[in-house]
């Protein structure tokens, strides 16, 4: 009993060796464009789409699959007697298989070209064909993914045909698909931020080894219509990452980007940066923020915003790290890094472009804008002002602190992180920690910033006691008067940011 299947890709991989399977097995081949002239070529005997619809295509192309007779073949109901004298009396052939690609959407959207040249790439009939044929799973075979072929053909040779479960899942392929496909499309064309329907376009990169613990599965998307640097970088060496990784991979060259004009370098462990510094050589940058933590940042994993060098990488080796991180290698570094075989070794290709952060909650999802604002207009709120030096300390912190879990407070010397104190559920204890952890490591002056106001005065009092000689908050506090009077008593400059960085 002959079968039609309608073949119409962009992607010819595997393509020629199942079309000449399928005509083999007594499969009619429909074809369209380039992929009719590609069967052609390859030895296959399809007909042209123009012969099923009896009708040419027109628009440039833009209509040529949009007609009764393919879409009646694909959705009539093979059990239903109306439906089957309905495509008879039309003259209606019933079509079995589909093995469509869509237009290159995805890979034209991010693309630095025009609208127009963009909207062009919107497929109209491949959807329509692909939802039509997975409508009608329980008849149609309906095959979007190359990955696919074999599995079909192995059914149709054992049985003569797939299987309802694998049509089943086949389907839901092509809904999983052109539901990325038309929220790409959407994100481009809308210019609202928050639409009243979220939608999001991923595609799967790869199955983790486990999620945050070793019982949890995970895997790993990259957005479709959004460029971003942990989309496209590049592993130049050691074991596969895995789920944390990720995320403080993330979490670290977002630091390290805060820093445009200064060499700058993040150690994090456990999402929390445990080291930030800036310097003027690779080496000394490095040095630097290994010296804010020696002890959390074994096991860590370090960012830097500029090319790392032989003497930076042999110096990174002296530690056991996860992941080191920087927009280049050296030919020397990479050969002196990679003698550690499980270091993962990253090449960062896209600077930092999120634009939204999203929050899963039992039954619903949060979305805010990403926090990438700074505060302009800074006002120094006590009797005493801060010399320059001691405002450019200041500045260096308050870029930090905004990365440490809330309460967040960072304690620096203008061009390290030396305490970090974070994830408290009061702000006295994350004050006293970060201070403690300063001044375990310099005894030179030191300035503190927090990532929200001083609800009391303790944190000022205790700044003193310890010989902090600024401080930066956001203010906003009712008792704020409270804050500066303990400032001026203790002569303290304090400024205020006006500006809450809260990070939970």
Partial sequence: MKKRVLISVSDKSGLAEFAL???????????????????????????????????????????????????????????????????????????????????????????????????????????????????????????????????????????????????????????????????????????????????????????????????????????????????DFEQLGGKELSFNNLRDMDLCWKVVSEFKEQLACCAVKHSTPCGVSIGSTPLETYSKTFECDPISIFGGIVAMNFTVDAPTAEELNKTFLEIVMAPDFSTEALDILRKKKNLRIIKIKNPVSDKQTWVKIDGGLLVQDCDHHFSNEIQVVTEQKPSPELRDALLFAQRVVKYVKSNAIVVSNGTQALGIGGGQVNRIWATQQAIERAKEKFSGDLVLASDAFFPFRDVVDFCAEHHIKAIIQPGGSMRDSESIQAANEHGIPMLFTGIRHFLH
Avoid: W
């Avoid at 390859?42 to 789409?49: E, N, Y």
């Avoid at 990325?180 to 009243?196: G, Q, R, T, V």
């Fill in 21 to 231: 399977f399928l005509e083999k097995n007594k499969y009619e081949i429909i074809s369209t464009g380039g992929t009719f002239k590609y069967l052609k070529e390859s030895g296959a005997h399809p007909i042209p789409i123009d012969d099923v619809t009896q009708f040419p295509e027109m628009l440039g192309g833009r209509v040529k699959t949009l007609h009764p007779k393919v879409h009646g073949g694909l959705l009539a109901l093979r059990d239903n007697p109306e439906h089957i004298q309905t495509v008879a009396e039309h003259g209606i052939e019933l079509i079995d298989m589909v093995i469509v690609n869509l237009y290159p959407f995805f890979e034209n959207a991010t693309k630095n070209i025009d609208l127009e040249e963009k909207v062009e790439f919107i497929d109209i009939g491949g959807p329509s064909m692909l939802r039509s044929a997975a409508k009608n799973f329980k008849s149609v075979t309906v095959i979007t993914d190359v990955a696919d072929y074999q599995k079909v053909q192995q059914e149709i040779e054992t049985t003569g045909n797939s299987t309802l479960e694998t049509r089943k899942y086949l389907a839901g392929k092509v809904f999983n698909l052109t539901s990325a496909y038309d929220a790409a499309i959407s994100k481009m064309l809308l210019s609202c931020e928050y639409p009243d329907y979220l939608n999001a376009s991923y595609k799967k990169v790869a199955d983790l080894r486990y999620g945050e613990n070793p019982h949890q599965s995970a895997a790993y998307y990259v957005s479709t219509v959004e460029q971003g640097a942990m989309k």
